[in-house]
Every structure is written in C-alpha cells, then in structure tokens.
C-alpha cells in the first residue's frame, strides 16, 4: 500500500535504458521504448537523422554519414526507431558533450586555436576533460607498447581516473538537457551506457519530485539467467565508476581492478557476433570473461600480461584457459 501511495504521486516517467551497444539489447529497448511518449538518444545531432526516420533516405545512406562503430546495431537500431516514429513517437539526439566536441573540431579544422575557447563556458569544460584524458589515453598506448606490468597497471589508473572526470561531466550535460527537454512529455525513455551510473543521481538533482526516474538494465533477465545477477560490471568499468563516484580514490582494491582490465580488454571478444544459435552472444561472452578476470590474483596478472600483451584475442583466450586450467589441476581454485 505505501509503495503504491509513493507511485502514485508521479505524473510523469523517465525510464533510463541503460546498455550496450550490441543487437542483441534492442528488443528488450524496443519493448521499453513502446511505454514511452519520447524517446531521447545517447547521440549527437547527426544530419539527415529525421529524413532517415521518415524513410526520405535509406538506413544504409543515413550510417555511411555518420561511421558508426557498430554498423550491425546500427543497422537494426534505425529500423526500431523507424517503427517507433511512424507511431507518433518523438525521438531526439541528445549528447551535448558530444555535440560541443564535434564543434570544437570543426573551430580547430577552421583554424582556431585553443587559447581562442573562453574560459567558463561549456565548450572550454569539453575541451580541457577531453585533453586530459586523451592525454593519458596516449601515456597508456605508450606504456602498453614498451612499459612494463607495473607502468601499465599505473597507466591504466591514471586514464580511468581522467575518464570518469569525462564521463562526470558527459552526465551532468546530458542531465540538464534532458530535464530541459522532458517537461513536454509524461513519460521518456532515455538511451544511455551501461558506464552512465552518474546519470540517475544528476537527474534526479534536476527533475521534479513529480517524476519517477527508472533506471533498467535493459539485458537483466539474460544476465538472472546466465549469473544470477541483475548485471555484472567488467573490472575497467568497475574501476572507473569508482572515480566517477570517488575521485581521488586509491588503494590496492584499485590496482587489482587495473591490472584485470588489462587482461580482460585482451581477452574480450570486439567484433560483433551475430549467431541465429545463440541470441545474446555478447552477453555471454563479457559474462564468461569477467569471470576468467576476476579470478586472477595481482600475482597472475603479472606472469600473464606479457606473454599475451601482443598476442590475438583468440590466443589471448587459449592461453588463460590453460593457465587457469594448470591453476585447476595444481589444486588451486581460481575462481
């Protein structure tokens, strides 16, 4: 009964959808978005978005526009957001970090200089989030060609720590947007990365009281039923929500984190899997490998990360698997 007093209180909705961008997510996000009267996007404004939603262009012509990472999902993403238009739905773009980069390339390819972006204004916050973590993505690309394991693991902390600043940012720009933008509506669905947690608590800073914000893990029964767990966080992401909500954290709680990121990028599968076996290969695939990254210690990372530090994903996963294997066999149980 209280439960239901509380909801009844909200006149409006906002579901946050959180996921990855992998085809086998949008099923479960087309059954969200149907509930919804908008649906806001984790994307900048691209043109030709709404000729492609109106069918004046074909989905194909719409991707080459915009070199998607992820064409199979994008793909498929068009054709959900197609049906969902021509349902009187309104979809919108909404990254305006995003979009405040896009600008600051095109002012570079223009000739402008960085001392040229005013302090104090949005655009200036972008460009310097994004220097220094791009600065420090380098300094890891450095480390992971001729450092050693422990310069990686420093590396790999040091990005993570500028990456969650980014992402701070990222979500409290999008919060804002957003809230400025929903009041037209009863009820949105918002499209965001799993790597978003920040994004519920800058909403709710800035909605009424009289919305209910939703966040979902869009794949949680495939994740119940393959774990038995609503989600599972790879150890980079879980290391990097750690600065987003505590910067400054550190400890060896932190390197761990760090040195099975390492492992786990390498052992990761990147390309996208499209298996008419298998519906949710993705998710199979991280949850597997979470586990395998999970169960080294500080001390296997350290003998393993350099004999796959150059090796192929697939020999990457050979060699874990035997090294987790021999573990078994000596009486330790890795997991």
């Given at each position: 009964?209280?439960?239901?007093?509380?909801?009844?209180?909200?006149?409006?909705?906002?579901?946050?959808?959180?996921?990855?961008?992998?085809?086998?997510?949008?099923?479960?996000?087309?059954?969200?978005?149907?509930?919804?009267?908008?649906?806001?996007?984790?994307?900048?404004?691209?043109?030709?978005?709404?000729?492609?939603?109106?069918?004046?262009?074909?989905?194909?012509?719409?991707?080459?526009?915009?070199?998607?990472?992820?064409?199979?999902?994008?793909?498929?993403?068009?054709?959900?957001?197609?049906?969902?238009?021509?349902?009187?739905?309104?979809?919108?773009?909404?990254?305006?970090?995003?979009?405040?980069?896009?600008?600051?390339?095109?002012?570079?390819?223009?000739?402008?200089?960085?001392?040229?972006?005013?302090?104090?204004?949005?655009?200036?916050?972008?460009?310097?989030?994004?220097?220094?973590?791009?600065?420090?993505?380098?300094?890891?690309?450095?480390?992971?060609?001729?450092?050693?394991?422990?310069?990686?693991?420093?590396?790999?902390?040091?990005?993570?720590?500028?990456?969650?600043?980014?992402?701070?940012?990222?979500?409290?720009?999008?919060?804002?947007?957003?809230?400025?933008?929903?009041?037209?509506?009863?009820?949105?669905?918002?499209?965001?990365?799993?790597?978003?947690?920040?994004?519920?608590?800058?909403?709710?800073?800035?909605?009424?009281?009289?919305?209910?914000?939703?966040?979902?893990?869009?794949?949680?029964?495939?994740?119940?039923?393959?774990?038995?767990?609503?989600?599972?966080?790879?150890?980079?992401?879980?290391?990097?929500?750690?600065?987003?909500?505590?910067?400054?954290?550190?400890?060896?709680?932190?390197?761990?984190?760090?040195?099975?990121?390492?492992l786990y990028s390498k052992l990761l599968e990147k390309e996208e899997i499209i298996d008419a076996a298998e519906p949710h290969p993705h998710t199979r695939n991280e949850i597997e490998?979470?586990?395998?990254?999970?169960?080294?210690?500080?001390?296997?990372?350290?003998?393993?990360?350099?004999?796959?530090?150059?090796?192929?994903?697939?020999?990457?996963?050979?060699?874990?698997?035997?090294?987790?294997?021999?573990?078994?066999?000596?009486?330790?149980?890795?997991?």
């Open positions: 009964m209280e439960r239901e007093e509380r909801l009844s209180r909200y006149r409006k909705l906002l579901t946050i959808g959180y996921s990855t961008h992998r085809p086998e997510s949008l099923p479960f996000a087309e059954r969200l978005m149907e509930k919804h009267d908008a649906i806001f996007l984790e994307d900048p404004e691209t043109p030709g978005f709404e000729s492609m939603l109106k069918s004046e262009v074909s989905v194909e012509e719409y991707l080459m526009a915009t070199d998607t990472e992820y064409p199979e999902f994008g793909r498929r993403l068009c054709r959900v957001l197609r049906r969902q238009y021509g349902k009187a739905k309104r979809i919108l773009q909404v990254e305006p970090f995003i979009d405040e980069l896009l600008g600051i390339h095109e002012f570079f390819a223009d000739g402008g200089a960085p001392g040229q972006i005013a302090p104090g204004t949005p655009r200036f916050e972008v460009y310097m989030a994004e220097k220094r973590a791009t600065g420090r993505l380098l300094e890891f690309y450095k480390a992971s060609v001729d450092g050693d394991f422990e310069e990686n693991v420093r590396a790999v902390m040091a990005f993570a720590s500028a990456d969650a600043a980014r992402f701070r940012l990222r979500d409290r720009m999008r919060a804002a947007a957003i809230a400025r933008l929903a009041g037209g509506f009863s009820s949105v669905y918002v499209e965001a990365g799993e790597i978003h947690a920040g994004l519920f608590k800058q909403l709710r800073l800035r909605m009424s009281m009289e919305t209910r914000i939703a966040p979902t893990f869009l794949l949680a029964p495939v994740y119940r039923e393959l774990s038995g767990k609503r989600h599972i966080f790879g150890p980079g992401d879980i290391l990097t929500l750690r600065y987003v909500f505590h910067p400054g954290a550190n400890g060896p709680d932190l390197r761990l984190l760090a040195a099975r990121s390492l490998t979470i586990r395998k990254a999970g169960s080294l210690t500080m001390e296997d990372c350290e003998t393993i990360f350099p004999a796959i530090r150059v090796s192929s994903s697939a020999d990457a996963r050979a060699f874990v698997d035997g090294f987790l294997a021999s573990n078994r066999n000596k009486g330790r149980n890795p997991a």
